[in-house]
């Protein structure tokens, strides 16, 4: 081969590489149906004593620098972008990415971390929001108990997120109400205390923090806030 040809031959190979690495920057970069957005806050911010964000982070908190509150799953259509997750104010319901990104607006005026998380298999990423949808207008699981017509932001993305064949993306574990100091906190005894029930410590469940480490999906760069 001589030097002109050798010269053409480089020049596409280089085209084709910048080709495709824009490419899957575009992907990366762009939210997806079925990708999982969670909610995570400094674990040295200072939420609000006695709410329950406060108790979710006590109980799930880790020595990470980040504490995960909240997942919702993202349905990206022709021209808008859908949050579908389970929240104390709206239970389970489907609303643009700008209400919930004011919805979740810390108390100064900052957002928290959105960590944006994708399907290793994204196959059956549609079926898996056209599940979730089935549940809208649930309310929302203040009992944090199974089957039982009302679902947390975890559990929301549980149920949602299973195969024909009934099998589970994420798995359950015995759930954890206990802080640090292996004591309950005081709005879980509250809380459990006005709905009449014991807390259910070690019932099967899931958290933000746990099921963001499942092998099932990987991170993704995308930027919910410009």
């Given at each position: 081969?001589?030097?002109?040809?050798?010269?053409?031959?480089?020049?596409?190979?280089?085209?084709?590489?910048?080709?495709?690495?824009?490419?899957?920057?575009?992907?990366?970069?762009?939210?997806?149906?079925?990708?999982?957005?969670?909610?995570?806050?400094?674990?040295?911010?200072?939420?609000?004593?006695?709410?329950?964000?406060?108790?979710?982070?006590?109980?799930?908190?880790?020595?990470?620098?980040?504490?995960?509150?909240?997942?919702?799953?993202?349905?990206?259509?022709?021209?808008?972008?859908?949050?579908?997750?389970?929240?104390?104010?709206?239970?389970?319901?489907?609303?643009?990415?700008?209400?919930?990104?004011?919805?979740?607006?810390?108390?100064?005026?900052?957002?928290?971390?959105f960590i944006i998380k994708r399907l290793n298999d994204p196959s059956k990423a549609e079926e898996f929001v056209r599940n979730a949808k089935k549940y809208l207008g649930q309310p929302y699981d203040v009992h944090f108990l199974p089957d039982n017509d009302s679902l947390y932001c975890s559990e929301l993305v549980r149920d949602s997120y299973v195969g024909a064949d009934g099998s589970y993306v994420f798995n359950?574990?015995?759930?954890?109400?206990?802080?640090?100091?292996?004591?309950?906190?005081?709005?879980?005894?509250?809380?459990?205390?006005?709905?009449?029930?014991?807390?259910?410590?070690?019932?099967?469940?899931?958290?933000?923090?746990?099921?963001?480490?499942?092998?099932?999906?990987?991170?993704?760069?995308?930027?919910?806030?410009?």
């Amino acid at each position: 081969m001589n030097m002109n040809k050798l010269k053409i031959v480089l020049a596409a190979a280089a085209a084709l590489l910048a080709i495709c690495s824009c490419n899957r920057k575009a992907t990366e970069d762009t939210l997806k149906t079925g990708d999982l957005v969670f909610v995570g806050i400094p674990m040295d911010y200072s939420i609000e004593e006695g709410s329950m964000d406060e108790a979710i982070s006590s109980a799930t908190g880790t020595t990470e620098e980040l504490d995960l509150i909240h997942v919702a799953i993202a349905e990206v259509s022709a021209d808008s972008t859908w949050i579908i997750d389970a929240t104390i104010k709206h239970g389970v319901d489907r609303h643009p990415l700008d209400t919930f990104l004011t919805d979740f607006t810390l108390k100064d005026g900052s957002f928290p971390v959105f960590i944006i998380k994708r399907l290793n298999d994204p196959s059956k990423a549609e079926e898996f929001v056209r599940n979730a949808k089935k549940y809208l207008g649930q309310p929302y699981d203040v009992h944090f108990l199974p089957d039982n017509d009302s679902l947390y932001c975890s559990e929301l993305v549980r149920d949602s997120y299973v195969g024909a064949d009934g099998s589970y993306v994420f798995n359950a574990a015995p759930m954890n109400f206990k802080g640090p100091d292996g004591e309950f906190p005081l709005y879980w005894k509250q809380l459990f205390g006005l709905l009449g029930q014991s807390i259910p410590q070690d019932v099967p469940g899931t958290n933000p923090q746990d099921m963001s480490k499942s092998a099932a999906i990987h991170e993704v760069s995308v930027k919910l806030v410009k």
